[in-house]
């Protein structure tokens, strides 16, 4: 799991101005994460008075339009001034009276620093003492009625070098009102070595998988809600998110598309995912597509887990399980070049964004955010759906030469790299603990 050699931040920028100024922002933030940058990763703006907007009279008329890509650059000398430029804008915010939170899990970022030097708010996590773990949640919150949700951190590896997939979410500020609570769990866990037992309310979950959000995306009638890991990270009634992706797998009716940096699921009892994706492919007839990143950090024991994966559908009929590997041809020279970095899954009736590979650890110890949002109708194909859009890219980087099924690229070097990992390095004692799902 490669995750930027600065870290990630989570962040909340206040806003106390107007709505124009709070789209100027977002839309600012929007052309930045499409080109570019940065050194953090969560970042959540609006105000501490809570401006009146209350669960019950929050909006639900909710707006998405496209999904964020990055767009990928060839060098850092390209792509470095893009990131100066959000970080110059950011560092502008407080001229225009913008306040600007960021809750981070770095310790010695110049830009943080800088940030906080023009009024930034810098709240420091420390996920070694709290979890053993990092804070991979990356999202930011835009006067408690925008979001961003998505893979790309603000690293300017993130958004310049690497393939990333986010989503805006605009005139949502019920979403925005329970993601905000999300930020404020992390802005209560500055500077503390445990994780207090007892919350506050205004941390706990306002919706989840048994009661989420309904709203209108895009006129759409739909279903939304966040989770949250580690577990100790899910005050009351927050959805964890391996349980969002055990609905979302187990509510496919025809196809699960997942596309993931890492696969690996190693994991204590807790993580179902592969068995319950056997159990679709095979019970259910649901089409499974799984897009693996093969890069430089690749554990040999993915192709292995691939090949039993493979091995289900052997003489069944109406079994469909097919994996590729994501492997960029530029990786040779800088391995985080054109490195598949999503984290998402999309069925024929809903989405889940999240933020962590599928690799057991991961959702243990690291500070994660998933959206899981359900449409009502997924039967009408409008193209223009959260859910249509994200298939649709789903399906360009199934088709495109970089995704090579699993046989070539084990030819390539998967085998060489098999011999390479001896035994005795895979036997931890960790491992031990594990149950494996296969
Ligand atoms: C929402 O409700 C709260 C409390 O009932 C009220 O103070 C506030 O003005 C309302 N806000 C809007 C935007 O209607
Ligand atoms: C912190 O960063 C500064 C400048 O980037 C560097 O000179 C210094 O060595 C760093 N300190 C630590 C403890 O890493
Ligand atoms: C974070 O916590 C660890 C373990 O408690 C401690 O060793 C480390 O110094 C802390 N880091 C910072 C920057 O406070
Ligand atoms: C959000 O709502 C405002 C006010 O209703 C509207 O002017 C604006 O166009 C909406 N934004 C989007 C992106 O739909
Ligand atoms: C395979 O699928 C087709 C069409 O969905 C169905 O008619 C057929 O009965 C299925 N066969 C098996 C063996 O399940």
Same mark, same amino acid.
């Given at each position: ?88 804008? =950011?560092?502008?915010? +407080?001229?225009? /009276? @913008?306040?600007?939170?960021?809750? $981070?899990? #770095? ?51 993130? =958004?310049?070098?690497? +393939?990333?997939? /986010? @989503?805006?979410?605009?005139?949502? $500020?019920? #979403? ?263």
């Amino acid at each position: 799991m490669e995750r930027s050699g600065l870290g990630t931040i989570s962040g909340h920028i206040q806003l106390l101005t107007t709505q124009q100024k709070c789209i100027a922002t977002l839309a600012l933030f929007c052309c930045s994460a499409v080109l570019m940058v940065l050194i953090f990763s969560s970042v959540d703006i609006w105000g501490d008075s809570e401006d009146g907007i209350t669960e019950e009279n929050c909006s639900r008329d909710c707006r998405q339009i496209g999904i964020l890509y990055s767009r990928l650059s060839r060098t850092e000398r390209l792509s470095l001034p893009q990131g100066q430029l959000l970080f110059q804008r =950011l560092l502008r915010l +407080k001229s225009r /009276g @913008v306040k600007l939170k960021i809750a $981070s899990s #770095l310790t010695n970022s110049s830009e943080l620093k800088a940030l906080a030097a023009h009024n930034a708010q810098v709240r420091f996590i420390n996920m070694t003492a709290l979890t053993k773990g990092g804070l991979h949640s990356s999202f930011w919150i835009v006067d408690r009625t925008h979001i961003y949700i998505g893979s790309a951190e603000m690293d300017w590896r993130s =958004l310049s070098k690497r +393939k990333e997939l /986010g @989503v805006v979410v605009y005139n949502c $500020s019920c #979403l925005a009102l329970d993601l905000h609570r999300v930020f404020s769990f992390y802005w209560q866990l500055h500077d503390r070595d445990y994780i207090p037992s007892i919350w506050s309310k205004r941390v706990t979950a306002l919706y989840g998988k048994h009661e989420a959000l309904e709203l209108q995306l895009n006129t759409t009638p739909a279903t939304a809600y966040l989770s949250t890991s580690p577990e100790h990270f899910c005050p009351k009634d927050r959805t964890r998110d391996l349980d969002a992706i055990h609905q979302v797998i187990q509510s496919a009716k025809t196809f699960i598309f997942i596309s993931v940096t890492d696969y690996l699921p190693l994991v204590k009892r807790s993580f179902r995912g592969t068995s319950l994706i056997r159990e679709a492919v095979v019970l259910r007839g649901v089409k499974v597509r799984l897009l693996i990143s093969f890069w430089k950090k690749t554990h040999p024991l993915t192709f292995n887990f691939v090949t039993s994966l493979k091995t289900l559908c052997m003489q069944l009929h109406n079994c469909s399980l097919e994996v590729r590997f994501f492997s960029h041809k530029e990786q040779k020279e800088d391995f985080q070049l054109g490195l598949n970095h999503n984290k998402y899954m999309v069925t024929d009736n809903a989405v889940y964004l999240g933020t962590h590979d599928w690799v057991g650890s991961d959702f243990a110890k690291n500070a994660g955010v998933g959206l899981v949002v359900r449409m009502k109708d997924s039967t009408k194909d409008t193209g223009s759906t959260i859910l249509e859009h994200i298939k649709a890219s789903f399906e360009r980087d199934w088709r495109s030469r970089y995704a090579k099924n699993l046989q070539k690229s084990k030819d390539q070097q998967g085998k060489y790299r098999l011999l390479q990992w001896s035994k005795s390095q895979w036997e931890t004692k960790e491992e031990k603990e594990w149950n494996n799902p296969l």
